[in-house]
Antibody, heavy 118, light 107 residues
Framework: QITLKESGPTLVRPTQTLSLTCTFS?????????VAWIRQSPRKGLEWLAL???????RYTPSLESRLTLAKDTSKSQVILTMTNMDPVDTGTYYC???????????WGPGTLVIVSS | EIVLTQSPDFQSVALKETVTITCRAS??????LNWYQQKPHQSPRLLIK???QSISGVPSRFSGSGSATDFTLTINTLEAEDAATYYC?????????FGQGTKLEIK
C-alpha cells in the first residue's frame, strides 16, 4: 500500500526558508518512480511545483525555479522540498505525490498547511 | 504554460442524473489529461488517466473522453458521495498545470 505524508512547519515568517519533508512507504525510488510537490491555495488553486525522479533528475515550475530545491534521501524514503524567500502569497496546503512511468500523480499525501505571516 | 479552462465553475445536479464537465486546453496536450476528485479537507483522488483510462477502484460511472484540446468528464447516475470539486490536469508539457476546478453540488 502506497502512502505519503508531508511534514514541516505550519508557520513561516516572510523571507524565511521553508523546508518540507515527504516521507513515503509502499514503494522505493527505483526505475521510473518519482515524487512531485503540488500546492493549493484559494488564490491560485492547484499549482504543480516540482518533481524528482528515481535517478535524481529534477524538474521545477519555471516561475518558482529560482526558489525551489529538491533532494532525496533514499535510505529514509524521504524527499525534501526547500523554498527560499517565503512570502504571504506562498500560504497554502502543500502536497507530495507519487508517480511511476509517467507524470500522472496517482497517490497523494494528506497535505500540510503552511502559513506565511509575520 | 498551458492553460486549462474548465466549465462550468459550479453545477447543481439531482441524484441519478448525468453530469458532464469539460476541460479546454490552450494548446494540444494529446491525451495527457487526467481528472481528479477532491472532497473538503481531503487530497485529490485520481479518477481518469490519459483522457479516458479508467483507474482501479474508481466506480465505473466515471468516464473520460477527448483529445488534443477538448476533454470531458462524465458522471453517470450521480450519487450523493459524488459531491466534490473536480479538476483536470495536463501532463503533456512542463509546468504540469491544473484547471481551476468545477464544484459539483447534489440537489
Amino acid at each position: 500500500q502506497i502512502t505519503l505524508k508531508e511534514s514541516g512547519p505550519t508557520l513561516v515568517r516572510p523571507t524565511q526558508t521553508l523546508s518540507l519533508t515527504c516521507t513515503f512507504s509502499g514503494f522505493s525510488l527505483t526505475t521510473g518512480v518519482g515524487v512531485a510537490w503540488i500546492r493549493q491555495s484559494p488564490r491560485k488553486g492547484l499549482e504543480w511545483l516540482a518533481l524528482i525522479f528515481w535517478d535524481g533528475d529534477k524538474r521545477y515550475t519555471p516561475s518558482l525555479e529560482s526558489r525551489l530545491t529538491l533532494a532525496k534521501d533514499t535510505s529514509k524514503s524521504q524527499v525534501i522540498l526547500t523554498m527560499t524567500n517565503m512570502d504571504p502569497v506562498d500560504t497554502g496546503t502543500y502536497y507530495c505525490a507519487h508517480l511511476e512511468g509517467d507524470p500522472t500523480l496517482d497517490y497523494w499525501g494528506p497535505g500540510t498547511l503552511v502559513i506565511v505571516s509575520s | 504554460e498551458i492553460v486549462l479552462t474548465q466549465s462550468p465553475d459550479f453545477q447543481s445536479v439531482a441524484l441519478k442524473e448525468t453530469v458532464t464537465i469539460t476541460c479546454r486546453a490552450s494548446q494540444s496536450v494529446a491525451s495527457s489529461l487526467n481528472w481528479y476528485q477532491q472532497k473538503p479537507h481531503q487530497s485529490p483522488r485520481l479518477l481518469i488517466k490519459d483522457a479516458s483510462q479508467s483507474i482501479s477502484g474508481v466506480p465505473s460511472r466515471f468516464s473520460g473522453s477527448g483529445s488534443a484540446t477538448d476533454f470531458t468528464l462524465t458522471i453517470n447516475t450521480l450519487e450523493a458521495e459524488d459531491a466534490a470539486t473536480y479538476y483536470c490536469h495536463q501532463t503533456s508539457s512542463l509546468p504540469y498545470t491544473f484547471g481551476q476546478g468545477t464544484k459539483l453540488e447534489i440537489k
